[in-house]
């Protein structure tokens, strides 16, 4: 089953994620703020840990404007292995599904051999949501090395927020 090309400018479905340390979240709802959701490989992909490593880094710039959950399909295991060595203090969340990154167009990937994964995963993708649950902003790849400045993206994403910008790519 292919992926389709996420819906902007609507409202994407409600997403509830489990997250590290319990609980879970979700994504979709209504909400005080704008949320950024990125979606990463998992534990297996080196690239991953350098954007979220950076990631981390900017944290106090990203959270001061809006709520950011980071997820993959990975194991609970797994990801909170990924955060234990890398101390990632953002909303860490795991266990994505395939209906769920289908639902959001992203690019589904078998694993090369079991020392690479065991089952299917999704490939990078980053999504700003407004706080009625509207798709505003989709950043996805295929693979791994494509991936969003995080650096112009926060600031792309500022301009849009304090300018109330339009959704584009609707036509």
Known sequence: MASSKPNVDTQIPLLTFPKVGGGTVQVGAPSDRWTMLFVYRGKHCPRCK???????AMLADWTAVMDLV???ADTEEKALADQAEFGWTFELCYGLAED???ALGLYVSDPLSEAETTGRFAEPGAFGIRPDGALMLVDISNGPAARPDLDELLDGMKFNIANNRPTRGTA
């Not at 350098?50 to 981390?56: D, P, Q, T, V, W």
Request: hydrophobic share 45%; glycine share 0%; net charge positive.
């Open 50 to 56: 350098k954007f979220l490593n950076k990631l981390e």
């Open 70 to 72: 980071v997820v993959s």
């Open 100 to 102: 769920q990154m289908r």
